[in-house]
């Protein structure tokens, strides 16, 4: 079996996602996410002008050699653009393997070490109260774990709280929008929600809260000191991870569990971390990651270290990185959690997909492959549109500085 074609197919049904799908000469096709939020045409570029050239001719059968071949060929290491373009090729072709062999991914992948993969959903307002009811709807859903994001009272605006609730996209705009951050009211304010997220929801939902890296090492730990009494299931990216060294820090003042890896593309980003047990959960995920074949290397490192994995699962990774991911949830010994916020109608008709949502639980496809596909002429109803993540401005006008 040979590729003969892979396409790179940009659409923007909602928001922009970057799809390449690989044909071989049998007809079999596979399909691999290489959406990264708000630099799409960057990777779309890598994929068409350097990469599909090197696949054609080759056997797709060869996953771990077609991902060492195109990492170590690249000369240039790592990086968000290099590592998503990998992760699509590397999606792709484990899309082709299932299909060839018959089989849905994870049973490739060892096969199933659980029934469903528990997923948590975001709940954000501008208050305590409008977080509190945004809560209750996930619950009545089924829901066992949920992301908890407020305004910040004497702030504006804040990232991650927004007008729109299950379909929330971060991304808009030919220009940045601007978030004001304030360290101090916010740390004032945080453990306020929860202490009423508690006393509202009692102690079995599982409670998790996302700083965005918007803090320093000392910052943190005072947060997590802070929120200890409600038994966080974890606090994210509470700092950036350029500096692995700052977690030791958090660590030595904080029960409160942390989770970081989002914007990581590789395990050389969270080796140190996950060796030296400074955090919980890693959340890389397929696309931005190295796909299926890097991130299940990042995820058995961690196994040995007793952390778990909590994958990145916004709405920004379109449904082929959702549908592959599920099959590495279900299959890994050290699963922790998914996250999952909800595409919308529009994303949904481009990728149909197999996977559903059941009583808290997202269940993989059992068709053989990844279970999901992009549909071309519907894609191509949504052309490309310029969009940035926000930027963060302190409240005397200075970019925060991380
Ligand atoms: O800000 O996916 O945990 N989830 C998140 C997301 C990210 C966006 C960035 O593109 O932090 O909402
Ligand atoms: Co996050």
Excluded at 304 to 319: E, I, K, W, Y
Excluded at 349 to 368: C, I, K, R, T, W
Aim: proline content about 6%.
């Amino acid at each position: 079996m040979k590729i003969v074609d892979a396409r790179v197919i940009v659409t923007c049904p909602g928001r922009n996602f970057v799809t390449l799908k690989i044909v071989t000469d049998e007809g079999v096709t596979g399909v691999g996410d290489a959406t990264l939020n708000g630099r799409e045409l960057a990777v779309a570029s890598y994929l068409r002008d350097h990469v599909v050239p090197l696949l054609i001719g080759r056997d797709p059968h060869r996953i771990e050699d077609t991902w060492q071949y195109l990492f170590q060929g690249a000369y240039w290491r790592r990086g968000p653009v290099t590592m998503s373009a990998i992760a699509a090729v590397d999606t792709a072709l484990w899309d082709i393997l299932g299909k060839v062999a018959g089989l849905p991914v994870y049973q490739l992948l060892g096969g199933r070490s659980r029934e469903g993969v528990t997923v948590y959903g975001h709940a954000n307002g501008e208050t305590v109260e409008e977080v509190l009811s945004e809560v209750a709807r996930y619950v009545d859903l089924g829901y066992r774990a949920v992301r908890l994001q407020c305004g910040v009272p004497g702030l504006d605006s804040t990232y991650g709280v927004s007008g729109d609730k299950m379909f929330y996209e971060p991304a808009r705009g030919t220009l940045p929008e601007v978030n004001v951050w304030s360290t101090e009211k916010y740390l004032s304010f945080a453990p306020t929600l929860f202490a009423r997220a508690r006393e509202e929801f009692g102690p079995d939902l599982k409670l998790l809260h996302d700083v965005h890296h918007r803090l320093t090492p000392i910052e943190a730990a005072r947060l997590g000191k802070s929120l200890e009494p409600y038994a966080l299931y974890w606090m994210e990216d509470p700092v950036p991870a350029d500096l692995q060294e700052g977690f030791r820090l958090i660590r030595e003042h904080t029960t409160t569990p942390i989770a970081v890896g989002e914007v990581f593309n590789s395990i050389w980003d969270c080796a140190d971390l996950i060796r030296d047990q400074l955090i919980d959960f890693i959340r890389t995920t397929v696309v931005h990651a190295g796909g299926i074949t890097h991130l299940r290397r990042i995820f058995d490192l961690a196994a040995l270290h007793q952390v778990r994995s909590g994958s990145h699962g916004a709405t920004d990774l379109s449904p082929v990185c959702m549908a592959a991911a599920l099959h590495v949830d279900i299959s890994i010994p050290n699963f922790g959690l998914q996250e999952y916020m909800r595409h919308t109608d529009a994303t949904d008709e481009v990728f149909p997909h197999g996977y559903h949502y059941a009583d808290g639980y997202l269940f993989p496809s059992e068709e053989p492959g990844l279970g999901v596909d992009i549909d071309e002429e519907a894609a191509a109803r949504y052309p490309y549109q310029q969009a940035y993540l926000p930027v963060n401005r302190l409240e005397d006008g200075t970019v925060h500085p991380w």
